[in-house]
């Protein structure tokens, strides 16, 4: 593990009596903003994953203190979803492991890194989803039950166990498609279709996955979106500005969200990661602070 990054404690900003906010601040702070925090790594011991069974999906009543209507970490704000129907993200795992477990999480439940659960910035607490590597084509379903990861590019931080399974512990971090399960019909959120959600997916013409197609076989492009706008001026405008910092290809991804055009900016095709987090770092300079890998 190489990166050393300090433990994120969220301030949050809701209209609630002052006690109360400290309890929440509390919960909010459980998760890791990445797995390679200063002190965390895996356990000495080892891990048989096989014992260890997918979570369940059951319905379960929303966390108290883990749903803020919106909440504030290292000065962004992040807005909750009131519901997760629906909800398909693909984007860039990590995992957390010794250095929070037995802490509380957002939800209230203590962080066990042995279970599969996940922690998600924006999916209501809890919420079950169907994680699948989009490399390996390797898929688990976890309890998200935690906030996080607020470094930026990570969709998804799983448990230590869950990271194992689906292959991305040792890379530390891997190409995953989240999909919500409701548990009243936990096999719908298969053939639900990516470019109808319009998440973290623009429209697109690549087929999806099936029972003869695994997720590693279809192609999929990586790139870093630098922002999304209901305004394709908007959109236009923030190209034009980043034209001479990029020497990627600037692309528009018109879609629809909840009956509104979206236009979504990205950077790529990019070569991995790596070259997304350096991207990103470099058009902080620009003022673009909430850049987000995204993979379509």
Request: aromatic letters at 6%.
């Amino acid at each position: 593990m190489t990166s050393d990054i300090s433990q994120v404690r969220p301030s949050v900003i809701v209209p609630m009596p002052w006690i109360m906010t400290a309890i929440l601040l509390l919960l909010l702070g459980g998760c890791s903003n990445t797995p390679f925090q200063r002190g965390d790594s895996a356990p000495n011991v080892h891990v048989n994953v096989a014992a260890i069974p997918d979570a369940v999906p059951r319905h379960e009543p929303m966390s108290k203190y883990g749903n803020p209507a919106t909440y504030v970490v290292r000065g962004k704000r992040y807005t909750t979803r009131k519901s997760s129907k629906g909800f398909i993200q693909r984007g860039i795992a990590s995992w957390y492991g010794t250095k929070f477990h037995g802490r509380r999480t957002s939800s209230g439940e203590k962080y066990n890194m042995y279970a599969m659960t996940a922690a998600h910035k924006s999916l209501p607490l809890p919420t079950y989803v169907e994680v699948t590597n989009l490399d390996n084509g390797r898929s688990i379903t976890v309890k998200v039950n935690d906030r996080g990861p607020f470094h930026e590019g990570r969709i998804i931080d799983l448990s230590y166990a869950a990271a194992i399974k689906l292959g991305i512990n040792k890379n530390g971090t891997g190409r995953v498609e989240i999909r919500a399960i409701d548990p009243s019909n936990p096999g719908a959120h298969r053939a639900a279709q990516p470019a109808s959600t319009n998440i973290a997916l623009a429209s697109t013409n690549q087929p999806t996955p099936t029972a003869t197609t695994s997720a590693s076989e279809v192609e999929q492009n990586l790139y870093l979106q630098v922002g999304a706008f209901s305004s394709r001026l908007n959109a236009e405008s923030l190209r034009s500005r980043l034209s001479g910092v990029a020497n990627n290809p600037i692309h528009i991804f018109p879609s629809v969200d909840q009956s509104q055009p979206i236009y979504r900016v990205r950077i790529g095709p990019l070569a991995n990661d790596q070259e997304a987090q350096q991207l990103a770092s470099r058009l902080t300079n620009e003022g673009i602070t909430n850049s987000s890998v995204v993979i379509d």
